[in-house]
């Protein structure tokens, strides 16, 4: 059965770095497309970053230059390393996998979650 389970959210300062980590079991983890996705209080689910089967990046214009999304496929574990971090990136944050190598930003294009880890930025 396929399983993602993040870890690494926490509570931060404005301008602080946090490391999230998404450990997968269950399916050819090398296949497929991962992404991360959160969630604010109130407001709907948005794509953060997505990293393809070919170590291809993408991520949303909100945390370019202060995000970096990379896998080790040896390890079935993706990280999104976060630095720079502001108040309005707090969040649930959610990792996804996509049974397509390419890319994609878009939470229909994913069919498994993870239970989400909590990342709160603030003083």
């Known amino acids: 059965q396929l399983q993602l389970v993040e870890s690494g959210g926490g509570l931060v300062q404005p301008g602080g770095s946090l490391r999230l980590s998404c450990a997968a079991s269950?399916?050819?983890?090398?296949?497929?497309?991962i992404g991360w996705f959160r969630q604010a209080p109130g407001k709907e689910r948005e794509g953060v970053s997505c990293?393809?089967?070919?170590?291809?990046?993408a991520y949303a214009d909100s945390v370019k230059g202060r995000f970096t999304i990379s896998r080790d496929n040896a390890k079935n574990t993706m990280y999104l390393q976060m630095n720079s971090l502001k108040p309005e990136d707090t969040g649930i944050y959610y990792c996804a996998a996509r049974a397509r190598p390419f890319c994609s930003m878009t939470l229909g294009d994913f069919r498994s979650w993870g239970q989400g880890t909590q990342v709160t930025v603030s003083s």
């Open positions: 990293i393809s089967s070919g170590n291809s990046p």
């Open positions: 269950g399916f050819t983890f090398y296949t497929y497309a």
